[in-house]
């Protein structure tokens, strides 16, 4: 009898580990699969790029809490919010954004759920792993996700790294070439 009781408990604990285990992240990444942490892009005053907040979590995504920390040399110069709903706040007021979905996402088997998309500049500068993180909320200890049913959980916050390894010139190959007539 202890054997099977013994046998109950341990598949008990084995089929709710996954579940325990599993903790939502958010985090901010240079493609909307949510594959790319950290990106080498090209500098220049007039080059912008794309930047996204993505939630990873195997729940049907009904909203998430957090604020980004960016590197000074870094601007962020356009947010959108791609999924129907109500933003309170901004991601870079010092206190964050509180997004509400209207229809919950399908966040399962690994599917990434895009809930912001930043576009920013880098200006002429050179810079090696500059740091745009996710952080929590002022109304929060820790990042947070609510479900489909507006029960909220707490997430990790993740960051991402990018580099300008050279400064865009502002002249062009034929002044250049020009200098040496």
């Given at each position: 009898m202890k054997k099977g009781t013994i046998g109950i408990a341990l598949v008990l604990v084995l089929a709710a580990t996954p579940l325990l285990a599993q903790v939502?992240?958010?985090?901010?990444?240079f493609d909307?699969?949510?594959?790319?942490?950290?990106?080498?892009?090209?500098?220049?005053?007039?080059?912008?790029?794309?930047?996204y907040v993505v939630v990873f979590w195997e729940a049907f995504v009904g909203g998430a809490s957090y604020q980004l920390n960016v590197d000074p040399r870094v601007s962020i110069t356009e947010k959108t919010y791609p999924l129907m709903g109500i933003q309170i706040g901004d991601p870079l007021d010092g206190c964050g954004v509180?997004?509400?979905?209207t229809q919950p996402?399908?966040?399962?088997?690994?599917?990434?759920?895009?809930?912001?998309?930043?576009?920013f500049w880098t200006g002429n500068q050179i810079l090696y792993d500059a740091m745009i993180c996710v952080e929590?909320?002022?109304?929060?200890?820790?990042?947070?996700?609510?479900d489909r049913d507006a029960q909220i959980y707490e997430a990790e916050g993740l960051c991402a790294f990018l580099s300008v390894p050279v400064?865009?010139?502002a002249d062009s190959w034929g002044a250049v070439k020009n200098l040496y007539k």
């Amino acid at each position: 009898m202890k054997k099977g009781t013994i046998g109950i408990a341990l598949v008990l604990v084995l089929a709710a580990t996954p579940l325990l285990a599993q903790v939502a992240t958010v985090g901010v990444y240079f493609d909307a699969a949510g594959t790319q942490v950290s990106g080498t892009f090209n500098g220049g005053v007039d080059e912008f790029h794309k930047a996204y907040v993505v939630v990873f979590w195997e729940a049907f995504v009904g909203g998430a809490s957090y604020q980004l920390n960016v590197d000074p040399r870094v601007s962020i110069t356009e947010k959108t919010y791609p999924l129907m709903g109500i933003q309170i706040g901004d991601p870079l007021d010092g206190c964050g954004v509180e997004i509400g979905l209207t229809q919950p996402a399908f966040g399962f088997y690994s599917t990434p759920v895009v809930i912001t998309e930043l576009t920013f500049w880098t200006g002429n500068q050179i810079l090696y792993d500059a740091m745009i993180c996710v952080e929590p909320h002022c109304n929060y200890d820790t990042v947070v996700v609510a479900d489909r049913d507006a029960q909220i959980y707490e997430a990790e916050g993740l960051c991402a790294f990018l580099s300008v390894p050279v400064a865009s010139e502002a002249d062009s190959w034929g002044a250049v070439k020009n200098l040496y007539k």
